[in-house]
């Protein structure tokens, strides 16, 4: 029997059992992917992330959540980095990470007082959502009159791929009750992706939006407490599709409320020869160890 060590943290959050659990394995490179594999699966978390070695970056990253592997988990990149730096693994403060999304630039610093991990993301993209805004309603568990009709319904990724679904009210969040396995019928366009819906209503007065992360029904999980890849996409749809000729945004993104969750990312939004680069900020809490069991 091979026993591999996980290290929980908690992204998002200088709290524990806040935020958006992730677990961390730095010896991934002794794993070959079936095992990644069982060990997200035994761990349960929405993503567990594994270090590899790169010879294009400081670091690879690899993501599985307990379905399935991820090409880019903002989450689950937080946590890992706030790991390495804090255990003294890593001492610079620009780092490069290798992932499936591409290599990406990290800066690590400081957030009130708190060591902080800014992670720059992909380039963003959009795509029409084309279905019916009555089934997709119907999905979450909400009616299509909670859908803000004056914003567009899209698909967008950073990194990984979500459905963005505007909504008019906070309130609204708390009645949310996906059926996750009915997702890819309405979701014809791109059938195994998540939904995110989001507002501008928040229950921090310091916070500009809110969302929750309902994931694919392949992952495995429900919902995503926190999730960095959509708030980035979402800080990423503001400046496309509501402030439009702003050169330079800062967001702070509340999530998790309803699941006693409550994490905060920042997102920085900068427009630059007419692209738009976006990156996200959070910090990161030790939670505890563990180890699984692989063939057991």
């Known amino acids: 029997m091979k026993s591999v060590k996980v290290y929980h943290y908690d992204s998002f959050s200088t709290e524990a059992n806040k935020g958006n659990p992730a677990g961390v394995v730095l010896t991934g490179e002794e794993l070959t992917t079936e095992e990644m594999q069982e060990i997200a699966l035994k761990v349960g978390f929405n993503e567990t992330t594994f270090v590899i070695n790169s010879d294009r970056a400081d670091v690879g990253l690899r993501f599985f959540t307990p379905g399935h592997e991820m090409t880019l988990c903002g989450h689950g990149t937080v946590a890992t980095l706030y790991a390495l730096q804090t255990t003294g693994v890593l001492t610079k403060t620009e780092v490069t990470v290798e992932t499936k999304a591409g290599v990406l630039p990290i800066t690590i610093g400081q957030l009130n007082d708190q060591v902080a991990i800014k992670m720059t993301q992909a380039t963003p993209e959009f795509v029409a959502f084309n279905g019916n805004p009555a089934e997709l309603a119907h999905v979450m568990g909400i009616t299509p009159d909670d859908i803000d009709e004056n914003l567009p319904i899209v698909y967008g990724s950073t990194g990984t791929w979500t459905l963005l679904v505007p909504i008019k009210k906070l309130t609204t969040f708390e009645q949310m009750k ?4 009915q997702f890819p019928e309405v979701l014809q366009e791109m059938p195994n992706v998540s939904i995110h819906p989001f507002c501008f209503e928040t229950y921090d007065a310091t916070a500009d939006m809110h969302g929750r992360h309902f994931s694919s029904p392949l992952s495995g999980t429900v919902e995503d407490p926190v999730t960095g ?4 996409v979402m800080g990423a749809y503001v400046a496309k599709y509501i402030h439009e000729n702003q050169q330079h945004l800062q967001l702070t993104i509340e999530q998790g409320q309803e699941i006693k969750r409550n994490g905060r990312v920042k997102v920085t939004v900068s427009v630059e020869q007419e692209q738009m680069h ?3 900020t959070g910090t990161a809490v030790y ?5 699984i069991v692989l063939g057991k």
């Not at 996906?178 to 396995?181: E, F, G, I, K, Q």
């Not at 890849?229 to 980035?232: C, D, K, N, Q, Y």
């Not at 939670?287 to 180890?291: E, N, P, S, T």
């Open 229 to 232: 890849t959509a708030s980035g």
């Open 278 to 280: 976006i990156a996200i």
């Open 287 to 291: 939670v505890q160890a563990f180890d």
């Open 178 to 181: 996906p059926v996750n396995a």
